[in-house]
């Protein structure tokens, strides 16, 4: 699996640090080295310019802090979380293969192969663990940063649609009966999905009641509320 010595030294990667030279530039190409890309790729904060003094004399070395650019991190967030999740489906012996795309300021990783079946199991229960664990790994080793989401051929928009249909009927006959709906236990992502979901529509309000595995949303109706 994925070792800490490389975990160190990515998320070192992340950090701004400082850098001399004789002038910028030369204090820019030992931050090139270091980060280990291109002048382009960095963001560039010049503390002093130096001085080449009297003679030499009383000469001061440029000094400059350097950091990734947001989206070459993005892109080596990317590479890591790529490279857990290959380490994880190898572990597990399925047969499944990734393409990643890095959308909106999101890592977006498609899964697919013969062994999807697996992961779509108890309505993707192993999709949300996988996720959910490269995630950890890589917060782990990076620190937290942008949600890093797995799909498997549209899989989760349309779960989405499913639960947001459910909700918005759920909520109709909430409105209906003039009593509370109670939707059966649901991870907390999907929970989010159905008030954020109903927040806006007429006559309703939603509540997150239980513990644990049990919690759920219940549907109430305005006028008839229950505390």
């Not at 499944?96 to 309505?123: A, P």
């Not at 890589?138 to 937290?144: F, H, I, T």
């Not at 649609?161 to 509370?180: G, N, S, V, Y």
């Not at 991870?187 to 927040?199: D, G, I, Y």
């Amino acid at each position: 699996m994925y070792d800490q010595q490389n975990g160190d030294t990515e998320q070192k990667m992340m950090k701004a640090e400082e850098f001399e030279g004789k002038t910028v530039e030369q204090a820019i190409e030992e931050a090139s080295k270091y980060f280990q890309v291109a002048p382009e790729d960095l963001e560039i904060e010049i503390i002093t310019h130096g001085s080449t003094g009297l003679f030499g004399i009383g000469a001061k070395k440029a000094r400059i802090k350097a950091r990734l650019k947001p989206e070459k991190l993005l892109e080596q967030r990317a590479n890591v979380a790529q490279r857990v999740l290959g380490e994880i489906l190898e572990a597990a012996g399925l047969a499944l293969t990734y393409d990643c795309q890095i959308k909106d300021e999101t890592i977006q990783l498609e899964v697919t192969g013969e062994d999807k079946k697996f992961l779509l199991l108890r309505r993707g229960a192993p999709l949300n663990a996988l996720e959910y664990l490269v995630n950890k790994i890589v917060a782990r080793q990076l620190g937290v940063g942008p949600k890093i989401l797995i799909d498997i051929e549209g899989f989760r928009a349309e779960q989405e649609r499913k639960i947001r249909e459910m909700a918005k009927r759920a909520a109709e006959r909430a409105k209906k009966t003039r009593r509370p709906v109670e939707l059966k236990p649901m991870p907390s992502h999907e929970r989010r999905l159905v008030h954020l979901t109903l927040r806006h529509f007429p006559g309703v309000q939603t509540r997150s009641r239980g513990k644990g595995e049990t919690r759920r949303v219940v549907i109430y109706p305005e006028a008839g509320r229950r505390k």
